[in-house]
């Protein structure tokens, strides 16, 4: 059962308690740490784009700088930098927007889209992922117009390796975006993301991800975002944000693997439950609590000074299994 992770006090009041999950796995697949149901299925959503991006960056031709390759593994914020990464990317494989099958959306962050006239591809925060996996088409020959579908090869390479890594058969489903999704069990998703740093060295387009990543976190969420924040703040961890409030991480040297999920898919409470666990497990080097202190514990408005606090209140539970 999903246990109490982070609470909400406004003006002294507990006004809200967000419930969820948490796994800490090696590379091995033992459980090191918990908190909740580690067996908790839940689909990976955007964890799952720098595999992905690491299936696509295999099979393109030529050189891609570390903000393409970064922005492959993104949900960007929509911010001109994103888009003229996105934009970037496809030009390598002399496409353009039109080709993209992502949602249209405005932007995420608030201020670029109140500098666009309407909702476009390009805007939507996978468009660098799906930018990613049109070029690896054009380059490889595989059919454009249906990479979203999971018969696609870029979508049957990467299912084995997600078995593999993850140590567990997934089960597939649609992401938001309309390509393939993995549900897998919480231990299953910190065994894949602990199993990325070992599998990286006979793997060169996932050693690249993962560099690409802590280069340029920037390009994989952008203004004020979670996943962004703590990589800025912990040069060796590897983190990507999920919908539905999932957020994996990677502590890429000591190859552990860390998932959250929280409960009802708030997630506002995701990033504070993620950053208190790493610091739990020792993770954050120093001076990352300080950097790191308004995801950790955000303030929340009330007019135009701060009201309410979000809060982690979970200790792990440090027992293997």
């Known amino acids: 059962m999903p246990v109490p992770l982070v609470e909400v006090v406004r003006s002294r009041v507990l006004e809200s308690v967000h419930l969820g999950d948490i796994a800490v796995c090696d590379a091995a697949g033992a459980l090191l740490a918990s908190v909740g149901d580690p067996d908790r299925v839940a689909f990976a959503r955007s964890c799952m784009k720098p595999l992905q991006a690491a ?7 030529g050189p891609v700088t570390d903000r393409e390759v970064a922005v492959m593994c993104s949900s960007h914020n929509g911010e001109p930098v994103h ?5 970037s990317l496809l030009k390598r494989g002399g496409l353009d927007e039109s080709v993209l099958r992502n949602p249209s959306a405005r932007p995420m962050d608030p201020e670029a889209a109140a500098r ?3 909702p476009k591809r390009i805007y939507q925060d996978c468009s660098g992922n799906h930018a990613g996996m049109l070029v690896a088409s054009v380059d490889a020959g595989w059919p454009l117009d249906s990479y979203t579908s999971k018969s696609h090869p870029h979508h ?28 897998l069990p919480l231990r299953a998703h910190a065994t894949l993301y602990a199993r990325m740093a070992v599998a990286a060295p ?3 387009a996932l050693v690249r ?21 703590v990589m800025e703040a912990a040069p060796d961890l ?17 190859g552990i693997g860390v998932a959250v999920k929280i409960h009802d898919g708030g997630y506002r409470a995701a990033g504070p439950a993620t950053i208190e666990a790493l610091h739990q497990l020792g993770l954050l080097p120093p001076g990352a609590r300080r950097r ?6 955000p303030a929340l408005p009330g007019g135009d000074r701060p009201a309410a606090t979000i809060s982690p209140i979970f200790t792990l539970s440090r027992e293997h299994s």
């Open 292 to 297: 790191l202190g308004p995801a950790w514990r």
């Open 238 to 254: 590897v983190m990507k944000e999920g919908a539905e409030a999932l957020n994996c991480v990677l502590a890429r040297s000591a």
């Open 55 to 61: 299936v696509s960056l295999a099979s393109i031709d």
């Open 83 to 87: 888009v003229r990464a996105v934009r």
């Open 156 to 183: 049957r390479q990467l299912l084995p390796l997600v078995r593999r890594l993850a140590a567990a058969e997934p089960v597939l489903g649609v992401d938001g975006c309309g390509i393939p999704v993995h549900g």
């Open 209 to 229: 991800v993962l560099d690409a990543m802590q280069t340029e976190p920037y390009f994989v969420g952008g203004r004020e975002r979670d996943d962004t924040a």
């Open 116 to 118: 666009v006239k309407g």
């Open 202 to 204: 006979d793997h060169p």
